[in-house]
């Protein structure tokens, strides 16, 4: 197992089959030995999967804090997950109850003037200890607000592993859209950004036309690194379609629609799909999300 260096990837969601990002994330790690893994996730409530990793720390209210006094309202501590007795078994759904009375109301307050993002992080002495007890010779991050910017770059203080970070959309140009904080958390966000970039020793994205895009907006270098799928397991279970129904042709999109990341592509699908209409070819699509 020399060859397989041991990673501790930090993400906001675990390895799943149940999102977009888990998926993604365990097509990307499905073949590297589940022991050679540890992740630190959160505070997303999505049940990991144990096929890919053994080792788990849910992120917690006393890693990843929004402001004072909405951190009143987080739900859960963080602390490692024991791995189940089958290797194979699924642990029910984590329950993410939400906050009800003078709770609910602060947390309505602080999204109305946009205050409900997560901006402070600390590495607490149990998540240093899982930290420790693993023993990460590289560091993995696809990142997505501050606190888990200044989680990261306090991770990699400590550990001294090599940084590699994945972008897999444009989420630093939406995260603030308004509020009373926006312009200082948008400086906030790339200064701090823009320095994390520098102190990586590698950095992914998603395609060659977003690596272009990065380079000139930060100056520094990024490698393509699509999401593979597994292109077999499709064509092996799905019928092949020579004739349209009687309506023609349905295509199905199943998954979330954020407005940084998939509304983009489903208005150009939209538009590819109002140009075959027109030469003649019948085609909907149905959206499932």
């Not at 991770?155 to 312009?183: C, E, F, H, K």
């Not at 701090?192 to 998603?206: G, K, N, Y």
């Not at 799905?238 to 208005?267: K, R």
Request: glycine fraction near 8%; charge should be positive.
């Amino acid at each position: 197992m020399a060859e397989y260096p041991r990673i501790l990837i930090v993400t906001q969601y675990p390895f799943s089959g149940n999102d977009g990002g888990g998926t993604s994330l365990s097509a990307l790690f499905g073949a590297w030995p589940a022991e050679r893994l540890a992740q630190a996730y959160g505070p997303s409530g999505v049940a990991p999967s144990w096929q890919v990793c053994r080792r788990y720390y849910r992120l917690g209210r006393e890693e990843i804090r929004r402001y004072w006094p909405l951190s009143l309202a987080s739900q859960h501590a963080g602390g490692a997950i024991p791995a189940p007795a089958a290797a194979t078994a699924m642990p029910a759904p984590m329950a993410v109850r939400p906050a009800g009375g003078a709770k609910a109301r602060l947390v309505r307050m602080a999204e109305r003037f946009h205050l409900q993002h997560e901006v402070h992080a600390a590495v607490t002495p149990g998540l240093a200890e899982f930290v420790s007890a693993f023993r990460p010779e590289v560091l993995f991050a696809t990142l997505g607000n501050l606190a888990h910017i200044r989680l990261v770059r306090e991770l990699r203080r400590q550990t001294s592993a090599p940084l590699v970070l994945q972008i897999n959309d444009d989420w630093m140009r939406d995260l603030y859209p308004g509020g009373p904080l926006r312009w200082a958390l948008e400086g906030t966000l790339e200064r701090e950004l823009r320095e994390l970039f520098s102190q990586a020793a590698v950095r992914f994205c998603i395609c060659e036309e977003m690596a272009a895009m990065l380079l000139e907006r930060y100056g520094q270098s990024f490698a393509p690194l699509p999401i593979p799928v597994a292109v077999a397991e499709w064509t092996r279970t799905l019928p092949v379609v020579h004739e349209p129904t009687a309506t023609g042709y349905q295509l199905c999109y199943s998954g979330s629609i954020f407005p940084n990341a998939q509304l983009g592509t489903m208005l150009l699908c939209g538009q590819a799909l109002a140009l075959l209409n027109a030469q003649g070819l019948p085609v909907q699509l149905r959206v499932e999300t």
